[in-house]
C-alpha cells in the first residue's frame, strides 16, 4: 500500500533548520541511526531508535523516531540505521524553506488564466493565450449577456475560476505581506513583473485580485459565484480549450469573500499603488452594501449549480463567517465603528473556533485579523477572549500531534478531501499563535506539519511536484496531463490522503479499513486525492515563508 517507497527512513526531503527540531522516523526497530555528511560519507552524528507509536492510527505503521535536533550544522546528509537502510538525501541550511516558499508561488503563476505563459519564464510549460472570449451570463445569473473576466488563476486541476475559494487563498499572500514584511519574496520568482519594483508576490496576488474585481455585479455590489463552463472540459490543454464559459449567480459567501480580500488589499498596496489601492477598497464598501441590503444568505440555503451544470460547487450554506471576516477587514482598512460593531456583535455567535481556516471557513481570518488589529478602537475584551479560544484550540493541537505517529495534528476524520491543506492551515494558526504566545510547542508543531508535506509520511514523499526524491508525478491537473511533457506543473501540492474514497481509484485501492493516511494514490485519475489547487498551494507558501526568516523559540 506504502507508495513509492524506495526506503522506509522517512524524512523531509527538502530538508531542516540548523537551529530547531530535526526529526525523522522509520516503520521498524533498529538499534541506531547515524547521519551521514554526504561531502565525504562520514558519519557526523548518531542516535537511538525510539518506538514513538505502536500501530499508529493514522498510518497503521509501528513507527520509530530518530531525533538529530542536537545536529546543528549546515550541508547535504542522509540518514543510515544501523541495519543499512538509508533515507534520501537533505539538506540542513537556514534557507532550505525559500525553495518550497518561491516554487509554491511559483505554481500560481503557472495557474494563470488569460494570458500566454511565455518559454522565457514558464520553460517547457509555456503555453498559448487561453480563456481570453468573455463569458455569458447562465440563465439563472443575474447578468445577461457577455462579461469580459479574463484573468486570474485557474482553480485547480480544471480551469473554473471561483470566487470564494479565490479569496481564500489570496488571504493567506496578503497576511504575508502585512504581518510578515519581511517575508515578501523578491524578485527572483521569473514571472513578467519581476524587477518592476513590486515583490514578486505581490505581483502574483494582484494578478488574482485583477480578475476578482471583474467579477463584481456593477449595479448591485454583489459578486457572481464563478465563472466554468457547464461541464469540466477533461484534459486539454487551456488554449485549447474553447467550450463556452458561464457567469453564475450572485452569492453572499462570494460577497463577503471578496468584500473581506479587497479591505485586505487596500491596506496591503497602499504603499505601493494607491489607485490600484482605492479601487480595492470603493469595490469592498460597495460588496459591503450588498450584505446589508441582502441580511440573509444569497441565493437562498446558498449557491447551487443549475440543473445543467456539473463544475465545482463549493457549497456552503452558511455566511456568517464570510460577513463576519469582511466585517474584521473593512474594521481595519476604515476603522469605521460600523465594522466593529457588527464584528462585535457577531463574533461569539457560535463557537469561537470550530477548526483551521478554509474556502467554507472563514472565520480564523477574521479571528487573527482582530487579534492583530492595529485599530485603537479594537475592544480589548474581545481580544483576550479571542486569543485564549486560539490558544485552547492550538493547545488541542499540540495534543493530536503528539499522538500521531508523525506528529501530524489531524484526527482521523480530518483526512478528507484536501486534508494536507487542513494540516497546514492548522499550522497557520499555531504560528500565529507562537508569535502572540512565544510558546514554543506551537512552533515545534507548526513545523512537523511542513515535515509531513515534504516526507515525513507513510508514503515516503513529498506531496509537491517538483519538491524532493519522491514527489508526485501524476497529480490531477488538465495542463499536466494535455501538455505532453514528462514531468508535471512544479511547485503545486496535491489534496493527499482522503479516506472518504470520493473518486473512483480511491474506492479500488483502499476501503473503510484503510488507516486513514493511506488513502492516496498518485494517480491522475485519482482528483479526490491528487488533484493540486491555488488554495492549497496558499498555505505552503504561508508557512513555507515563515519558516524561511529564522523566527523561532
Ligand atoms: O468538513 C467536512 C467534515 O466536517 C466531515 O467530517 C468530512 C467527512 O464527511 O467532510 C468535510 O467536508 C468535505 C469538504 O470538502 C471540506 O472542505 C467534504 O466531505 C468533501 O466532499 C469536500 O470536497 C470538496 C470537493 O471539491 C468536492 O466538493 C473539496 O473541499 C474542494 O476542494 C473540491 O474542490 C474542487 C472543485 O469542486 C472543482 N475544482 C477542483 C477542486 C479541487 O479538487
Ligand atoms: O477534473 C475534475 C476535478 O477538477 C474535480 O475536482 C472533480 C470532482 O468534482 O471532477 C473532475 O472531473 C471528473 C468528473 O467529475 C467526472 N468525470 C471524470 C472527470 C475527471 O476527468
Ligand atoms: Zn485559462
Known amino acids: 500500500i506504502v507508495s513509492s517507497a524506495q526506503s522506509t527512513v522517512f524524512v523531509n526531503q527538502v530538508g531542516y533548520l540548523p537551529d530547531h527540531l530535526k526529526m525523522a522516523y522509520t516503520d521498524h526497530a533498529a538499534e541506531s541511526f547515524s547521519l551521514i555528511d554526504l561531502t565525504n560519507n562520514r558519519a557526523v552524528f548518531s542516535g537511538e531508535v525510539v518506538l514513538l507509536k505502536e500501530n499508529d492510527p493514522s498510518s497503521g505503521l509501528d513507527v520509530y523516531l530518530l531525533d538529530f535536533s542536537g545536529f546543528q550544522s549546515t550541508g547535504r546528509f542522509k540518514i543510515r540505521l ?25 505554481g500560481l503563476y503557472y495557474q494563470r488564466c488569460g494570458m500566454t505563459l511565455e518559454e522565457a519564464f514558464a520553460g517547457v510549460f509555456n503555453h498559448g493565450t487561453c480563456h481570453s472570449a468573455d463569458a455569458i451570463g447562465h440563465s ?49 520568482l521569473d514571472i513578467p513583473e519581476s524587477g518592476n519594483g513590486i515583490p514578486d508576490m505581490l505581483d502574483e496576488a494582484r494578478y488574482e485580485l485583477q480578475w476578482l474585481l471583474t467579477m463584481q455585479d456593477a449595479n448591485s455590489g454583489g459578486v457572481f459565484f464563478k465563472v466554468t463552463t457547464k461541464n469540466f472540459v477533461g484534459y486539454v490543454m487551456p488554449h485549447k480549450s474553447f467550450d463556452a464559459r458561464y457567469l453564475y449567480q450572485i452569492s453572499s459567501t462570494a460577497t463577503a469573500d471578496f468584500a473581506a480580500i479587497m479591505a485586505r488589499a487596500y491596506r496591503v498596496y497602499k504603499d505601493y499603488d494607491s489607485t490600484f489601492a482605492s479601487q480595492c477598497l470603493s469595490a469592498a464598501q460597495h460588496a459591503w452594501s450588498y450584505l446589508e441590503a441582502h441580511p440573509a444568505i444569497v441565493p437562498d440555503g446558498g449557491f447551487q449549480n443549475p440543473a445543467d451544470t456539473k463544475t465545482g460547487e463549493y457549497g456552503d450554506a452558511d455566511d456568517g463567517d464570510e460577513r463576519l471576516w469582511a466585517a474584521a ?13 457588527y464584528f462585535l ?25 482582530y487579534l492583530k488589529s492595529a485599530q485603537p478602537t479594537a475592544d480589548e475584551n474581545a481580544r483576550n ?35 494536507n491543506s487542513v494540516a497546514l492551515n492548522k499550522a497557520l494558526i499555531l504560528i500565529f499563535m507562537f508569535e502572540e504566545t512565544g510558546k514554543k510547542e506551537y512552533f515545534a508543531t507548526a513545523l512537523h506539519q511542513l515535515n509531513y508535506i515534504l516526507g515525513c509520511n507513510a508514503h515516503n514523499m513529498t506531496f509537491v511536484t517538483g519538491l524532493g526524491t519522491n514527489a508526485p508525478r501524476h497529480i490531477h491537473h488538465s495542463p499536466s496531463i494535455a501538455d505532453g511533457v514528462q514531468e508535471p506543473v ?24 484503510t488507516p486513514p493516511a493511506l488513502c492516496y494514490v498518485d494517480d491522475q485519475e485519482s482528483y479526490a486525492s491528487n488533484e493540486v489547487a491555488v488554495y492549497w498551494n496558499a498555505p505552503l507558501i504561508f508557512v513555507g515563508a515563515y519558516f524561511n526568516q529564522g523566527r523561532g523559540p
Request: with cysteine; net charge negative; proline share 4%.
Open 345 to 369: 456583535n457577531h463574533y461569539q455567535d457560535e463557537e469561537i473556533i470550530q477548526g483551521p481556516a478554509g474556502w467554507q471557513y472563514v472565520k480564523p481570518l477574521a479571528l487573527i485579523t
Open 385 to 419: 477572549i479571542i486569543q485564549n479560544a486560539l490558544d485552547d484550540y492550538c493547545r488541542n493541537q499540540v495534543a493530536i500531534a503528539d499522538e500521531d505517529g508523525f506528529h501530524v495534528a489531524l484526527e482521523g476524520w480530518e483526512y478528507y478531501w484536501g486534508s
Open 140 to 188: 439563472t445569473c443575474e447578468h445577461s449577456g457577455y462579461l469580459n473576466v479574463r484573468g486570474g488563476w485557474h482553480d485547480a486541476g480544471d480551469y473554473g475560476k471561483y470566487v470564494a475559494p479565490a479569496a481564500h487563498a489570496l488571504s493567506y499572500l496578503l497576511m504575508l505581506a502585512e504581518y510578515f514584511p519581511s517575508f515578501l519574496i523578491s524578485d527572483r
Open 490 to 513: 512544479p511547485g503545486l501540492m496535491a489534496g493527499g490522503p482522503n479516506k472518504y474514497l470520493n473518486d473512483l481509484v480511491l474506492q479500488l485501492h483502499f476501503n473503510a479499513n
Open 82 to 106: 544501523n541495519d543499512g537502510e538509508e533515507s534520501v538525501p537533505f539538506e540542513i541550511s537556514d534557507s532550505v524553506f525559500s525553495r518550497v516558499a518561491d516554487r509554491a508561488l511559483k
Open 329 to 341: 477587514e473593512l474594521f481595519e482598512a476604515t476603522a469605521a465603528t460600523e465594522f466593529n460593531d
